[in-house]
């Protein structure tokens, strides 16, 4: 790898975690470019304190405009760009979604991952220089898991059409290593939050509920099976091990996790309790929240990471909780003072 600046190309660069992903790489020197759909919304919020007009500004990041299903575009970016690291995050990677929308999720995060490594592929035989390759794996491999805890060695058995997704793009880049003496790596990530989590997700779900609920903008929390176990790590933690993964002289699957298992319920008591309220009072179950298949445990075992990486988690599974809280809290807070605000300027109009 040169001693000089590096350059790194993110799908999925406005998620949770390649905003912690880039803020990490832009802390380390990095260029770092990234993929971003257009729509009709432009979902920047995460990374918008990241991005200037001066794209060229070695402390911004440049954003190219593109999708995971359209290879002849990802062919161009990847040849102009000719990065030294490829973190391949963007996904359709909602769980339940994933079961009311099969299609676009095997073509997003399957065959995506397929155009992906083509383009880096082709790119690095074209320059005669090493790309190096992460691939986003999941828990959701293991599904119906068939031993506890999971580690890099566990048959796997996805439930849902991300699980099967998702399973098709680890397997292809394996097979790119191993064809094409790709440097390319998987990290199977165990669940992994932060204040940034898409708000469809449970553990945000909760949260901004628990500060709606507080502040008196929602009467009740509507939930699933909440007795599925989870393995609950922080995403600022988890992206660190897939930039260790790629410093490594020799590429690997790892499996990124805590290694301690937390309930749903656990999950509700502990954000609950953090504003003085009983989730009993709250929560209401209701069986659309069930998923056609439930995973109803997930552990890892990360003890290859620490020992081959020498990565270490910061944040416990109370901290993430409480630091989850406390942010959709606070936004709650400022959404309450705003509809007062409207509220008064109505009245004063009247």
């Known amino acids: ?30 260029k770092v470019h990234g993929l971003i759909r257009r729509s009709s919304t432009f979902g920047m919020e995460r990374i918008s304190h990241l991005c200037k007009e001066e794209s060229e500004d070695t402390d911004q990041v440049c954003l190219h405009y593109g999708d995971l ?56 035989e074209k320059s005669g220089r090493e790309i190096r390759y992460y691939q986003a794996s999941t828990s959701e491999l293991y599904g119906k898991v068939v031993e506890t805890p999971q580690k890099e060695t566990t048959p796997f058995y996805p439930r849902s059409p991300y699980g099967c997704a998702k399973l098709f793009s680890h397997w292809l880049t394996i097979n790119y290593r191993e064809s094409y003496n790709m440097h390319a790596s998987s990290g199977i990530l165990f669940n992994h939050e932060s204040p940034r989590r898409g708000e469809t997700f449970v553990t945000r779900k909760i949260t901004r509920a628990v500060g709606r609920i507080k502040v008196g903008l929602q009467d009740k ?20 091990a897939m930039w260790m993964m790629l410093q490594k ?6 499996v990124i996790a805590t290694g301690e298992m937390h309930s749903v319920r656990e999950f509700l008591e502990i954000a609950f309790g953090r504003v003085g309220l009983d989730y009993n009072d709250y929560v209401e179950i209701d069986p659309r929240f069930y998923r056609p298949a439930e995973v109803e445990l997930l552990l890892g075992d990360p003890t290859k990471a620490k020992t081959q990486l020498g990565w270490e988690l910061e944040v416990s599974f109370q901290q993430l909780v409480e630091m989850m809280t ?25």
């Not at 002289?249 to 790892?254: C, I, L, Q, R, V």
């Open 249 to 254: 002289d020799t590429p690997d699957d790892y």
């Open 326 to 350: 406390d942010t959709d809290v606070e936004k709650a807070e400022r959404e309450l003072a705003e509809s007062k605000r409207v509220t008064s300027v109505k009245l004063k109009a009247a």
């Open 221 to 240: 929390l509507f939930m699933g099976n909440i007795d599925a176990m989870r393995d609950w790590g922080f995403a600022g933690d988890y992206v660190k």
């Open 69 to 124: 299903t359209d290879g002849l575009c990802l062919r161009r970016i990847i040849s102009e760009i000719n990065p030294d690291e490829v973190y391949n995050l963007g996904a359709q990677s909602h769980v339940r979604v994933s079961f009311d929308m099969p299609l676009e999720t095997c073509d997003v995060s399957g065959l995506g991952t397929a155009r992906l490594l083509e383009a880096v592929r082709d790119c690095q």
């Open 1 to 30: 790898m040169s001693e000089t600046q590096k350059t790194a190309f993110v799908t999925g660069i406005t998620g949770q975690d390649g905003s912690y992903l880039a803020e990490l790489l832009l802390e380390k020197g990095y």
